[in-house]
């Protein structure tokens, strides 16, 4: 089963960002299977990517922040504090969350009913089940707008764990959800799993373990927002 590592890394390369470093691929007899699979939801399972970027367009204009679309793009799945920092630098904490609040109320009002899951997910996840492996769930998104996710992949019999934007303090890069569904699963060791997503962030959350720290025990430099 070949999830194309290569053209994961490459898409960081094309947005001028760190190479995250893997190895050359091996052939399946080399490489045994992993023990767990661990997915990003939005824009890997989810095809929600062009409503979310628009919906960030419109938000941050009607802040009077306009913002290039190839920026948003980008940026797209950096935890939303840290990507208005980026895009944004003259914006204080105040104003930043502020804009959260309202890209993620426009979002679930217009975007969420709409967007529709990627074609043979359930069959990529029974395929995994029947070589005995397991399969969590690593989005930064909140709790509510994740249940609309998981109706529209129809799988939840064949998920074994789920970390969530709800739980953590900080976003991808952050590896705090990588860990936390590590830790959901068991305490499965990081080198016996394989990280899925569509964006960089996903990558640089996955091969920068260290411990997760949730709502309940923020890291000091914890900071608001995940989309």
């Known amino acids: 089963m070949n999830f194309g590592w ?7 390369e094309l947005f001028g960002l760190p190479g995250v470093p893997f190895p050359e691929p091996t052939t399946p007899r080399e490489r045994p299977m992993s023990a767990a ?22 938000t941050l204009a009607g802040f009077g922040v306009p913002v290039p679309a190839a920026d948003l793009q980008r940026l797209s799945g950096m935890d939303g504090d840290e990507m208005l920092e980026i895009l944004a630098p003259s914006l204080d904490e105040h104003e930043r969350k502020k804009i959260l609040t309202a890209q993620g109320e426009r979002y679930r009002a217009i975007y969420l009913p709409r ?6 997910v359930r069959t990529v996840f029974t395929a995994i089940k029947s070589e ?15 249940k609309r996710y998981r109706s529209l992949i129809g799988a939840d019999d064949l998920i074994d764990a789920i970390a969530c934007g709800d739980e953590v303090s900080r ?4 590896p705090a959800l990588v860990e936390l569904a590590l830790d959901h699963l068991g305490g499965t060791p ?3 799993a394989t990280m899925i ?6 990558a640089q959350a996955a091969r920068h373990g260290t ?10 430099e914890a900071t608001q927002g995940h989309r």
Do not use: H, M
């Open 197 to 202: 997503g569509d964006t960089p962030f996903d």
């Open 132 to 146: 005995g492996g397991r399969i969590a769930l690593a989005t930064d998104c909140q709790s509510d707008e994740l």
């Open 6 to 12: 290569r053209k994961y890394v490459a898409r960081g």
């Open 37 to 58: 699979y661990i997915f990003d939801v939005e824009g890997t399972l989810i095809d929600c990517v062009p409503d979310n970027l628009k919906c960030w367009s419109e």
């Open 211 to 220: 411990p997760a720290p949730t709502r309940g025990e923020p890291s000091p």
């Open 190 to 192: 990081a080198s016996f």
């Open 115 to 120: 967007v529709k899951a990627f074609p043979g």
């Open 171 to 174: 976003g991808k890069p952050d």
